[in-house]
């Protein structure tokens, strides 16, 4: 697994990595002290692309130099740094380099976010889904390679470069928390890409439970006949057509002199079929990545101490299948949430709000500061903010804006999308108090997060609708698959608090 180190001088790399701006300037030549002929005469030469995205290689001394083309340095976001950052590793581990220096930071914003951005693109990026070949890709083509290195065609170690005096030392404490983001970010991309047969309720609930132990948060968890007897009428309701029975999973990380109580909800629905409502087969394999918002809360929870929070943090993942049988839930059937309120379910494939009405009403026991909640929810937040952004919205718009902010500053862009009453009453069922779709085809998102609005009462709350971007064909580093989508938004609020 690839290493980030922040340095102030390379040591022993073996390939050193330059970013190169739309005027066809290196100021990271200097930085490194390189004179190296064949650069410099690609760098005057206007025929050379060294556009945005663009690599190219030099040798130079026993390793190789490269260029990484910057575009316009006022067009730079913390995703596009990142994706050079990504470029550059790969490219230097595909020319057989273990360890890279690079002037990113330097060539860039040289701060503190400019090291965030490098040092999650290049460990975010560093991550394949190869966990499940049985030969590495890279090393499938000579059986005897893999023995020889497991690591092959990887770079092992990225030393960063960081600027000098006050901005080096917040540059340096900022990889240190990106270090945490990025891990966080890539263990829930493992357990979100686990397929449903290997990844049921109970298995995530045992993936809770050892991180619990590993990282210092309490576990507790329930199962189908507690829950039937407690009343989580919405959540059991999702669940009850399958053989793999649901599991509601609270973690709680509780240290010593916490003040406020944040608590995070994450939708689990470890494969979703859309149930007797049931999804056309095309892309249904996606539906395992139903549970993304429940592998984001789950991860998140194992760096909070690491990080040194010290608010109390609760997350709460409902976790169930949504499958078709003699036993499971019909449309039109009426259920009673933990809270009271009766729902009548006119598509048993909107459950991710069911499950989550029963999550928030547990939440609340907690008397939380806030409660935030990720989920991939509706498919008409693709039509919405398409696979770039989160969807953010909540009964603050206060709230909601101040995680905009913190989604920039995480590098996980999110919008504000609008809550109120137009939203509610769309709602409102005709036999019951509310009705878990609406019957016009309009702000689906909006009127998604209303629905669960309903069960936050006058409890601060904001809602990340991940749908659209909780995974991708490859967008800015991430490799095509699960991205943990609002992860970083949520772990920025915490730390902010
Ligand atoms: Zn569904």
């Not at 290049?122 to 394949?128: N, T």
């Not at 009271?340 to 609340?364: F, Q, S």
């Not at 939380?368 to 909640?373: Q, R, T, V």
């Not at 659209?468 to 915490?494: C, E, H, N």
């Amino acid at each position: 697994m690839l290493q980030v180190l922040p340095v102030t001088a390379p040591d022993k790399a073996d390939c050193l990595l330059v970013g190169v701006d739309d005027k066809r300037k290196a100021p990271g030549l200097k930085a490194f002290g390189i004179q190296n002929d064949a650069a410099a005469a690609a760098l005057a030469d206007a025929n050379v692309p060294l556009a945005f995205k663009a690599v190219r290689s030099f040798p130079h001394g026993k390793g190789w130099l490269l260029l990484v083309g910057l575009g316009d340095p006022k067009k730079l976001t913390q995703e596009k740094i990142g994706t050079l950052a990504n470029l550059g590793a790969r490219a230097a581990g595909a020319l057989g380099c273990k360890v890279a220096a690079t002037s990113l930071v330097l060539d860039t914003w040289k701060d503190a976010a400019a090291t965030q951005a490098v040092t999650q693109g290049a460990l975010i990026g560093a991550l394949d889904f190869d966990q499940w070949k049985s030969k590495k890709p890279e090393t499938a083509a000579d059986p005897t390679a893999a023995k020889k290195d497991p690591d092959a065609g990887k770079l092992q170690t990225l030393q960063v470069l960081l600027p000098a005096g006050a901005a080096g030392t917040a540059a340096r404490k900022a990889v240190e928390r990106a270090l945490l983001a990025a891990e966080a970010v890539n263990d829930s991309r493992l357990l979100s890409n686990t397929p449903a047969n290997v990844a049921t309720p109970a298995w995530m609930a045992e993936q809770a439970k050892a991180r619990g132990t590993k990282h210092g948060f309490a576990v507790a968890v329930k199962g189908r006949a507690e829950l039937r007897r407690e009343g989580f009428g919405a959540l059991c309701g999702v669940a009850q057509g399958s053989l793999n029975e649901e599991k509601l999973v609270t973690m709680d990380y509780h240290p010593k002199g916490a003040k406020k109580t944040l608590v995070v909800v994450g939708k689990g629905v470890c494969f979703d079929s859309g149930g007797i409502s049931l999804k056309p087969g095309d892309k249904m394999w996606e539906m395992k990545y139903d549970k993304i918002g429940a592998c984001n809360t789950i991860a998140l929870m194992g760096v909070l101490k690491r990080l040194g929070v010290k608010h109390r943090v609760v997350g709460i993942t409902p976790l169930v299948e949504n499958l078709p049988s003699g036993a499971a839930q019909r449309p039109g059937d009426i259920v009673t949430a933990k809270d009271g309120t009766t729902i009548e379910v006119l598509n048993t494939d909107a459950e991710g709000r069911l499950i989550l009405a029963d999550a928030m009403a547990h939440a609340r026991t907690f008397e939380p500061d806030w409660i935030i909640d990720m989920a991939t929810l509706t498919g008409a937040c693709e039509v919405a903010v398409g696979p770039t952004h989160v969807a953010i919205m909540g009964n603050q718009d206060k709230f909601a804006q101040q995680l905009v902010a913190d989604s920039r500053a995480a590098g996980d862009k999110g919008w504000h999308l609008p809550q109120g009453e137009e939203f509610d009453e769309a709602n409102k069922g005709a036999y019951a108090d509310l009705q878990n779709i609406s019957l016009t085809n309009r702000a689906g998102s909006s009127i998604g997060g209303s629905f669960i609005k309903h069960f936050a009462k006058d409890t601060k709350w904001a809602h990340l609708d991940i749908a659209s971007k909780a995974w991708t064909a490859g967008v800015d580093y991430f490799a095509k698959g699960p991205t943990a989508a609002g992860l970083r938004i949520v772990l920025q609020r915490i730390l902010e608090e």
